[in-house]
């Protein structure tokens, strides 16, 4: 191949590099505020499993207004967002706001704080099953969230309620 078809090469190869480089636009910083910023920041937890926080993340972004459900004439609306595992019924005002909501996920992997407490607390024992319960009101603000497990050894069965921490709860 000559000097100046390898020069050629190059310099396309170079000039295809750098224009992608140049061509792109950068856009203005957009700040995205969710309505239900409340809610997500209540029940919100980053060692929760990861379907409990989609279907949170779902339930605060849903748009109401802009649903097939809306209908200015209600003031209230029970709208459910679902998963195999577990569900999330939240009650709208008409505004589109949170102002409770229900959680409840069964199975999920339970958080590190958890899991620990429960080797710690109960060794030998084995997880049978486990249910997520999450409570949200938002006037006055209350978040109750409570893991209910079944535990097994042997031939026994032993139920606990912990919160997040991995302490029991009554």
Avoid at 31 to 50: H, I, P
Avoid at 75 to 85: M, R
Avoid at 98 to 120: C, D, G, M, W, Y
Wanted: net charge positive; proline share 4%; glycine share 4%.
């Amino acid at each position: 191949m000559k000097k100046s078809t390898k020069l050629f090469f190059l310099s396309f190869i170079a000039f295809c590099f750098t224009k992608d480089l140049t061509a792109q636009e950068l856009l203005p910083g957009v700040t995205v505020v969710s309505f239900n910023y409340k809610y997500l920041k209540s029940v919100n937890d980053t060692n929760a499993a990861q379907p409990v926080r989609l279907l949170e993340h779902k339930a605060a972004g849903f748009d109401l207004k802009n649903s097939e459900f809306y209908e200015e004439e209600y003031d209230n609306y029970y709208i459910s967002f679902y998963l195999p595992e577990g569900e999330v019924l939240a009650f709208y005002d008409n505004k589109g706001k949170i102002e409770h909501a229900a959680e409840r996920f069964k199975n999920v992997a339970l958080p590190k704080a958890v899991a620990t407490s429960l080797a710690n607390k109960y060794p030998g024992w084995i997880l049978a099953k486990d249910f997520y319960i999450v409570k949200y009101y938002s006037d006055p603000l209350e978040v109750k969230k409570v893991y209910k497990l079944i535990l097994k050894k042997d031939k026994e069965r032993m139920k606990v309620k912990v919160n997040e921490k991995g302490e029991e709860v009554k």
